[in-house]
């Protein structure tokens, strides 16, 4: 499907996208798509990057600073298909001048909708329900089986109040009758957050120590490296859950895997982890543990949003005009 080469500037686009994404990147820019959806790699990045005069990655693609040294060197954007970028070492791309965007607002109810999934199930235990039901285990109804955690009425603390955690907060709040607790060391205005009847807090402490379930939505960065920690998971109320949607490397994995098995936690929600695609082994074995493959993004509408997002950033940058989304 690749378009024929022209003076069209050339874009590698590292993963699969969908049809109607491949279809209208390939009618402005000269596209090489990646048919075999196989990741590149570290050598096939710099090869890329010596290539093309854009790259389109994903958070599959690891662009470190070794990568992004290839020479000769002939991008001048990396467009990332995604709202997170901590895969590309964003101060190497500017010391090279190569210019990162990336693709907010088209994913946050996706991903709102996902954390409140993840909190739904780890809460009333629905993944463990269906296993033992697929499992030729239930019995039959009876008052005493598989009982959960009710959400209304409960804490809910948000760990950073960014676009996907105030979709949570109104889904939570106004869906689901909970309060809502926020900490972000950039708070959104405080009329914003009272239509979503969230309250700041002065310190991530402060969430951890009342909510009943802590949702993650802060970057991640070198700062935010497991900010969720031993000692932070231990100031979480003894009974409550962890929600994790943003960044696996937000969350030390071993301590949170001590922290369940001590009972000090009574469950996890998990999106995302901190060495993708593998899992923490102990967790696959904890019932009360619900894991799901990074589908934050994972609907037709956002995924394909994303890459028209995408898109928009290279026509822009191609026509010399500011980047809609420019992170660097
Ligand atoms: C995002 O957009 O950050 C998703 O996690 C996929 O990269």
């Given at each position: ?313 290279l026509r822009l940058f191609f026509a010399g005009s500011p980047l809609r989304d420019r992170?660097?």
């Open positions: 499907m690749s378009a024929p080469a022209g003076s069209r500037p050339r874009v590698v686009v590292t993963r699969k996208l969908p049809a109607e994404v491949e279809r209208a990147l390939c009618a402005e820019f000269d596209v090489r798509l990646n048919e075999s959806d196989t990741p590149l790699g570290a050598d096939g990045l710099a090869q890329a990057l010596r290539e093309a005069d854009a790259l389109l990655p994903t958070v599959t693609d690891r662009l470190t600073a070794a990568v992004l040294a290839a020479e000769p060197l002939r991008t001048k954007l990396l467009a990332n298909y995604g709202v997170g970028f901590n895969h590309i070492d964003t101060a190497a791309a500017g010391a090279r001048g190569i210019a990162v965007s990336n693709t907010p607002d088209v994913l946050t109810d996706a991903t709102a909708d996902l954390a409140v999934t993840l909190l739904l199930m780890v809460t009333r235990r629905t993944g463990e329900g269906e296993r033992e039901l697929r499992a030729g285990g239930w019995t039959g109804w009876r008052p005493t089986h598989m009982v959960g955690t009710a959400i209304t009425g409960k804490t809910l603390g948000l760990v950073g109040m960014g676009r996907i955690a105030r979709g949570v907060a109104r889904r939570a709040h106004h869906g689901f009758g909970m309060k809502v607790i926020y900490h972000d060391p950039f708070p959104p205005k405080p009329e914003d957050a009272a239509a979503l009847g969230a309250e700041g807090r002065s310190s991530l402490e402060a969430v951890l120590e009342e909510a009943d379930v802590v949702s993650l939505h802060c970057p991640a960065t070198p700062e935010t490296r497991h900010l969720m920690n031993a000692g932070r998971l231990a100031l979480m109320k003894r009974g409550a859950y962890l929600v994790n949607t943003a960044r696996g490397d937000v969350v030390d994995e071993a301590a949170l895997v001590e922290a369940l098995r001590s009972g000090h936690l009574a469950g996890a929600g998990l999106d995302v982890f901190e060495r993708e695609p593998e899992v923490t082994p102990a967790l696959l074995q904890m019932e009360n543990v619900v894991l799901l493959p990074h589908l934050g993004s994972a609907t037709r509408e956002a995924r394909i949003g994303m890459g028209m997002r995408a898109l928009e950033n992170v660097v």
